[in-house]
């Protein structure tokens, strides 16, 4: 049994669905965004060509949080087309608000557990790129096996990343850093674009908790590994 398979069968959810507060305005874009916007959970790969109406480079992000990281990146790089993941309802409403407001054109928005949207959405070779910026690090030693970064996991993410396609992890918890340094390192499909973290990508915006998290003296680790041809 391969690494991503063995995940397939041992698949832990990394996130836990809360009762969060849902505000008038995410619940109105909800329910008048998805329609136009998001994609339903199916069991068949998508056609990303038929989504976007256009064929041209592919970005997925995985837990896109309350959505203006994910719609900047979008705004200002037309040229790709962007797929967001995010569970939480309020996430989600918030995003389509971004998608709205920006109107744009060139991302769509998955409601769904990451895992099975890459394991059965997701064409394998089809993405230039994926973004997994401040995953739930689960810092408790018993909690650490919900952590989205497992090799497993990986296996699958580089499965579906085009030759040179990267994947691009960041991460305020040290101890998580060196998690996914250690994981990425060990997929064999995977080679670092560093000697171990890299800076941040002029891509990827600087949020206003990581900003704050700076000044405080707290640290941001990002890595990127590109798919080997």
């Not at 849902?22 to 109105?28: C, E, M, N, T």
């Not at 790709?80 to 928005?109: F, Q």
């Not at 580089?158 to 990267?166: E, F, N, V």
Request: hydrophobic share 35%; aromatic share 8%.
């Amino acid at each position: 049994m391969s690494a991503a398979e063995q995940h397939r069968a041992d698949h832990i959810r990394s996130f836990v669905l809360r009762q969060g507060r849902v505000s008038d305005a995410q619940r109105r874009f909800h329910e008048q965004g998805m329609p136009r916007w998001g994609l339903p959970y199916q069991a068949t790969p998508l056609d990303l060509d038929a989504v976007f109406g256009r064929r041209t480079h592919r970005i997925l992000e995985i837990g896109c949080g309350m959505g203006e990281t994910t719609a900047l990146i979008a705004a200002q790089h037309p040229q790709n087309d962007y797929l967001g993941i995010e569970v939480h309802t309020p996430g989600v409403g918030s995003l389509l608000k971004e998608i709205a407001t920006r109107e744009l054109s060139n991302l769509r928005v998955i409601q769904h557990d990451a895992v099975e949207v890459l394991r059965d959405m997701i064409p394998p070779g089809s993405l230039s790129g994926i973004h997994i910026f401040f995953p739930d690090p689960w810092p408790k030693k018993r909690q650490q096996k919900r952590r989205l970064i497992q090799p497993g996991f990986v296996a699958l993410l580089a499965s579906r990343l085009t030759p040179s396609g990267y994947l691009h992890c960041a991460t305020d918890w040290e101890d998580y850093a060196n998690q996914m340094l250690e994981v990425l390192s060990g997929e064999a499909l995977l080679t670092n674009m560093a000697k171990d973290f890299t800076p941040r990508p002029p891509y990827r915006p600087q949020t206003k908790f990581e900003s704050r998290g700076l000044r405080l003296g707290h640290g941001v680790w990002d890595l990127v590994f590109r798919r080997k041809a």
